[in-house]
């Protein structure tokens, strides 16, 4: 068991900074919250996070 959760958190690690990079940070300290975009309008109405590609936060605010 300890060997697939070192396993789990190896890959949770690798693909946070895969995300880094994809955003230009050289590192994953270097994200802001202006980082942060849900690819779903139900994930950003429950993260209260822009859709991505918008400055529009479901929920939040008119139309």
Not at 22 to 34: I, Q
Request: net charge neutral; hydrophobic share 45%.
């Amino acid at each position: 068991a300890g060997r697939r959760l070192a396993n789990y958190l190896k890959v949770m690690t690798l693909e946070a900074q895969t995300i880094a990079r994809a955003c230009g940070k050289n590192h994953l300290h270097n994200l802001e919250p202006e980082d942060l975009c849900s690819l779903s309008i139900e994930a950003a109405a429950m993260a209260g996070v822009p859709l991505a590609g918008t400055t529009w936060i479901p929920g939040q605010g008119g139309f």
